[in-house]
């Protein structure tokens, strides 16, 4: 168990929607990751949170957005869903000591957009 | 061409072989290099990572980092079928956009009893 935590761990939903993944980091750790799992782009970067404030952006679509609450639990938004958005999506946190190397995941949030 | 380059297997060996696993790069900006195991359908986990060149050893595991080939490797001594599993290397860089991690696409290992 990494310590950070994702809820939900499945979403099935259609497309057009609009659904929202939360994570948790761990305890003390103020770097917030989004990352998106897919089976023929493997593991890609989307956004970094710091202590509430957008660090550093990837591969994030315009219809995908992100913030990081005073509390450092941070939300993934995602609106007008296609199929191709289908896949698991992962928070990391890492310690403020340490740069974006040490990063640890949580268990994903699963997304299914029929 | 990708920046990360891993060969995706899948890879079979039997219980107690050494395993290697390797990645290629091409930015020369990395400096970071870490190794995650990810099993299925669940989120990666950090193995080891390591700065520069040089090897490093934990417990079964060894890495090693060839920044002028732009090489790193993974050895798994005595593998075990716990280790079964897909292998990411990951890479970063100590400023812009190299900071963040940037993935290989997986090596998928069954270790056989």
């Known amino acids: 168990d990494s310590g950070v935590t994702q809820t939900p761990k499945h979403l099935i939903t259609a497309t057009g929607q609009r659904v929202t993944l939360r994570c948790s980091p761990r305890s003390g750790d103020l770097s917030v990751y989004w990352y998106q799992q897919s089976l023929d782009q493997g593991l890609q970067f989307l956004i970094q949170?710091?202590?509430?404030?957008?660090?550093a952006k990837g591969n994030i679509l315009e219809r995908f957005s992100a913030q990081q609450f005073p509390d450092l639990h941070s939300e993934l938004n995602l609106s007008s869903l296609e199929l191709g958005d289908s896949a698991l999506y992962f928070c990391?946190?890492?310690?403020?000591?340490?740069?974006?190397?040490?990063?640890?995941f949580g268990p994903g949030t699963r997304l299914t957009v029929t | 061409q990708k920046e990360v380059e891993q060969d995706p297997g899948p890879l079979s060996v039997p219980e107690g072989a050494i395993v290697s696993l390797n990645c290629t790069y091409s930015?020369?900006?990395?400096?970071?290099f870490m190794w995650y195991r990810q099993y299925s359908r669940k989120g990666p986990e950090l193995l080891m990572y390591t700065y520069s060149s040089g090897n490093k050893e934990d417990g079964r595991f060894t890495a090693q980092v060839d920044k002028s080939s732009k090489y790193i490797s993974l050895f798994i001594r005595d593998s075990q079928p716990s280790d079964s599993a897909t292998y990411l290397c990951a890479m970063s860089g100590a400023s812009g956009s190299a900071r963040q991690l940037t993935f290989g696409s997986g090596t998928q290992l069954t270790v056989l009893p």
């Open positions: 949170y710091y202590n509430g404030e957008e660090r």
């Open positions: 990391a946190s890492s310690p403020q000591s340490s740069g974006a190397y040490e990063q640890y």
């Open positions: 930015n020369s900006a990395f400096q970071y």
